[in-house]
């Protein structure tokens, strides 16, 4: 089986393409058969809609820690989450290029299925095409989600105040280490894993225990500084870092320290940045650590009034700005 590989004529609407529909993509994804409507029509309960959507194209597809199939529905369901929405629907967007192996490609929508399932969701329409070879890095994959807004809930950037505290809900860079290792080859041993993992449960504990989430942000593309200074900018606040306290693992250190990188700048991809009330920091801090993907979450921070910046205070005191890079400090990791 390993023989076989995606041919353009997979994407040319022709015998091929419901052939790859058939036995490859559709009964990987438990979808409906082919022939359904072009559209979904879907019951929502009670609530507001989230809508996102997502582009991957991360280089290599498989990694330690996951692959851009977990990447895919990871990152859409954890961007529902951003907006306090339960996640129920996803689309599944595949350009595969010509010559990706067949058994690749069932890896990858064996992870989607099985990440889809993990999350408690629904992939409920899709698209495939065909790029020729030389044109792509094997599989690009577009996801897009809608969820369910309790009513009442309202979380948003601007929704900050001085005062709040700044919650890390685990160790923070991981994700975009593990992939510049696992693509220049540095051989770490053991290797860094990613921390691709869905965070709406989390969010949803918070919810559920009445903690009164002001804004929350995942540090994907562009990592923790980037996302901070985006609430920053909204909220109008000077968000101030305690150095000593941010979470960064020994190994992810080690190897920013080798790469001459900062792994404030590097993506992570199963973590979220939020802001609570200070009244409310213990307790949401309670909720985080009683689940096992955010076990390792801790205040990291305070927004205070200022001009808004992202601020690193050192354990001397002394604070330093936080400048966002000119370019993407690690290219094509999400």
């Known amino acids: ?29 438990g979808s409906p058969a082919r022939g359904a409507p072009d559209a979904a029509v879907l019951d929502a309960p009670d609530g ?28 859409t369901v954890n961007d529902l989450a951003m907006a306090g929405a339960r996640p129920l629907w996803l689309t599944l967007g595949l350009i595969l290029e010509e010559g990706l192996p067949l058994e690749d490609l069932r890896r990858i ?22 790029v020729e070879a030389g044109r792509g890095d094997g599989a690009y994959l577009n996801t897009s989600g809608v969820g369910i807004v309790p009513e009442g809930v ?9 005062g709040d505290v700044l919650l890390a809900s685990g160790d923070l860079g991981r994700h975009g280490v593990a992939i ?3 693509r220049e080859g540095l051989g770490l041993d053991p290797p860094i894993p990613s921390d691709s993992a869905p965070v709406a449960g989390a969010v ?43 979470p960064v693992r020994e190994d992810v250190r080690g190897a920013c ?19 609570v009330p200070e009244p409310a920091a213990e307790h949401a801090l309670s909720v985080l650590r009683s689940r096992p993907e955010t076990a390792g979450a ?4 305070q927004a205070e009034a200022g001009e808004p910046a992202v601020i690193r205070r050192l354990a001397t005191g002394v604070e330093r700005r936080v400048i966002l890079p000119a370019g993407e400090q690690l290219p094509r990791i999400c």
């Open 1 to 29: 089986m390993t023989t076989e590989v995606v041919r353009l004529a997979h994407g040319g609407g022709g015998r091929l393409q419901a052939k790859l529909l058939d036995e490859v993509i559709l009964p990987a994804l």
């Open 48 to 75: 507001r809609l989230a809508l996102t959507t997502d582009s991957f194209v991360v280089r290599p597809l498989f990694f330690p820690g996951g692959d851009i199939g977990r990447l895919a529905v990871h990152g």
């Open 109 to 130: 929508l064996a992870s989607v299925s099985a990440a889809a399932e993990e999350c408690g969701v629904q992939v409920v329409a899709g698209d495939t095409k065909v």
């Open 154 to 162: 309202r979380i948003a950037p601007d929704a900050i105040r001085p």
């Open 180 to 182: 510049l290792a696992a």
């Open 204 to 246: 949803a504990a918070l919810l559920a225990a009445d903690v009164p989430v002001h804004a929350l942000r995942d540090p994907t593309r562009g990592g923790t500084v980037a996302a901070l200074q985006e609430l920053a900018d909204a909220s109008g606040c000077r968000l101030v870092l305690d150095d000593a306290a941010i």
């Open 257 to 275: 320290e080798i790469l001459g990188l900062d792994p404030l700048h590097s993506a992570s991809e199963g973590r979220f940045l939020a802001a």
């Open 298 to 301: 801790v205040a990291i921070g």
